[in-house]
């Protein structure tokens, strides 16, 4: 069994300041982690995807996430957050394959001006 | 013009009712897939297809049933209503590389969403 727990419903933060999005994981299995955003109105979009190649994963937008296996951990981080990050970001582990993907329950992300 | 298209946006509909809910995409893809999302439970699968003959269940299929018309469209039926299935639904496509089939090689792509509301 895999679950997904995304840390905070709600973050807010200053425009400029660190952007960290927490996302802690179980897998039987070596995982597959993805985060996702949603925008307003908008499905979702893939920002970024752990599949063992490297712990330190480079996404879109200025987003990374690193994977950490002792901390089971996946957490996405932008060094300074832009008022177009507003949106909801989703966490998602997976043993391989989307047939078997499972979605944290999403951390909505404010940008304070 | 978008790469995965849902249609309709927007529903409003009445208990008992069947309605369908229709997905087109233009990426060439073989796997379609359909969510639900629902506040603080994140998305959950309801159906995919990794072919048009090959159709299976996802996690929460219930009350819903899909047809793959062709490998660019996935329809979702419910074929009758109720407002537990009130809830934002996302139809999905992925590619898949054969050649690297030793590796998970697959990105997914979603539709805008559509929105369906049962009173």
């Known amino acids: 069994a895999q679950s997904v727990t995304q840390l905070g419903s709600h973050v807010s933060v200053s425009e400029g300041a660190l952007v960290l999005l927490r996302c802690n994981y179980s897998s039987s299995v070596p995982p597959y982690l993805f985060w996702y955003v949603q925008y307003p109105n908008q499905g979702l979009q893939l920002l970024l995807k752990y599949t063992s190649a490297a712990t330190l994963v480079k996404g879109i937008n200025g987003f990374e996430a690193e994977f950490k296996k002792s901390e089971t951990s996946f957490h996405l981080t932008k060094p300074s957050a832009h008022m177009r990050d507003a949106a909801e970001y989703f966490c998602?582990?997976?043993?391989?394959?989307?047939?078997?993907?499972?979605f944290g329950t999403g951390t909505k992300l404010q940008v304070i001006p | 013009d978008a790469d995965v298209t849902q249609t309709p946006r927007n529903r409003i509909t009445k208990t008992g009712k069947r309605i369908m809910l229709e997905c087109s995409q233009t990426?060439?893809?073989?796997?379609m897939y359909w969510y639900r999302q629902d506040p603080g439970l994140g998305l959950r699968l309801i159906y995919y297809s990794f072919d048009v003959k090959d159709i299976n269940k996802g996690e929460i299929s219930d009350g819903y049933s899909v047809s793959r018309q062709a490998q660019a469209k996935f329809s979702l039926s419910l074929e009758s209503a109720i407002p537990n299935q009130t809830a934002l639904y996302f139809c999905?496509?992925?590619?898949?590389?054969?050649?690297?089939?030793?590796?998970?090689?697959?990105?997914?792509?979603f539709g805008p969403g559509t929105r369906l509301l049962v009173l």
């Open positions: 999905a496509t992925s590619d898949f590389n054969r050649e690297l089939a030793g590796m998970y090689q697959e990105t997914q792509y």
């Open positions: 990426k060439g893809h073989d796997r």
């Open positions: 998602a582990v997976s043993p391989g394959g989307y047939q078997k993907v499972t």
